[in-house]
């Protein structure tokens, strides 16, 4: 078990600027979630995958925002067009389906939009 | 909709003192209940969970949580505190009910721990 992993850990980019960061989740796992933390606040749920299926997205996942799994593995999170408000930490986490389902956090990827 | 309170922003105790950390949820079902820790920087890292039974739950480090349904709280607390133990701690509540998974969170308390 090697945990959950997210890259980049850093990212800066200009306003304007598209990005992507890429998370790969415990090996077992079928699901993945992709959570958004601004300073100061815990995270907001973003969206989910059950294996390659995106199941739910929150209203804060406006359409400049776009997130695969495409073979029910590793999973991608895609902002276009980044504005200064997108400056966050970006977690992903992932679980194993059950009755006690319990999400394992990654790293995180910072994102600074100049 | 669910929610978390966290009410206290940020706590300071003296290394060795005990600690208990507040955590009020607002679910209209049997809430499944967590506690996360983060260090700065760094991702969350997963205390103790509730899904059913005891309500008095163990987790890492130490620590352990109640669970009363009566106050819609679930506490944390550590007996004796260690300088590492400084961190931003969040509560989250998970409704686990036909295909929602999402966890919603409190809005975190810091500690700080004084030598």
């Not at chain 1, 850990?9 to 415990?26: A, E, L, S, Y």
């Not at chain 1, 199941?55 to 999973?75: H, M, T």
């Not at chain 2, 400084?86 to 998970?94: D, I, K, P, R, S």
Request: net charge neutral.
């Amino acid at each position: 078990d090697t945990g959950v992993s997210q890259n980049p850990r850093h990212k800066i980019t200009k306003r304007g600027q598209n990005v992507t960061f890429r998370c790969d989740p415990i090996s077992e796992h079928n699901r993945l979630y992709w959570y958004r933390q601004t300073l100061g606040q815990g995270p907001e749920f973003l969206t989910y995958f059950q294996n390659e299926a995106q199941l739910e997205k929150s209203r804060l996942l406006s359409d400049r925002f776009s997130a695969e799994r495409p073979k029910g593995s590793f999973s991608t999170l895609e902002i276009q067009r980044t504005e200064q408000g997108d400056s966050a930490m970006y977690l992903c986490a992932s679980s194993l389906d059950g009755p006690t389902d319990t999400q394992y956090f990654g790293p995180g990827t910072r994102l600074t939009v100049l | 909709a669910q929610s978390v309170t966290q009410p206290d922003i940020h706590i300071t105790v003296s290394e060795g003192a005990s600690l208990e950390l507040r955590c009020n949820y607002s679910y209209g079902a049997t809430p499944y209940l967590f506690w996360y820790v983060q260090s700065p920087g760094q991702g969350l890292q997963l205390l103790l969970k509730y899904f059913s039974g005891d309500t008095l739950v163990q987790g890492i480090k130490g620590f352990e949580a109640e669970f009363k349904r009566s106050q819609s709280s679930f506490n944390l607390r550590k007996p004796s505190v260690h300088w590492s133990d400084a961190a931003e701690y969040f509560c989250a509540v998970g409704p686990y009910s036909g295909s929602a998974r999402q966890l919603t969170f409190g809005s975190g308390t810091q500690l700080t721990v004084l030598p």
